[in-house]
């Protein structure tokens, strides 16, 4: 099984596939409607305080 990774604001292809967010937070300014998530995976998206000690 192949994963392509991409980011949220890159326009949707016929390849793409399944589309799956891994992230605590939601990505701001996009609506669910536009992203067309296939899911949103926030249990194995970094912690809350391995983000901010990465200064996100």
């Given at each position: 099984m192949a994963f392509k990774i991409k980011r949220v604001?890159?326009?949707l292809t016929k390849a793409d596939g399944a589309r799956i967010?891994?992230?605590r937070l939601w990505p701001r300014g996009q609506s669910k409607a536009k992203l067309q998530l296939t899911a949103w995976v926030r249990d194995i998206a970094?912690?809350?305080e391995l983000r901010q000690w990465f200064g996100h």
């Open positions: 604001t890159e326009p967010l891994i992230d970094p912690s809350t």
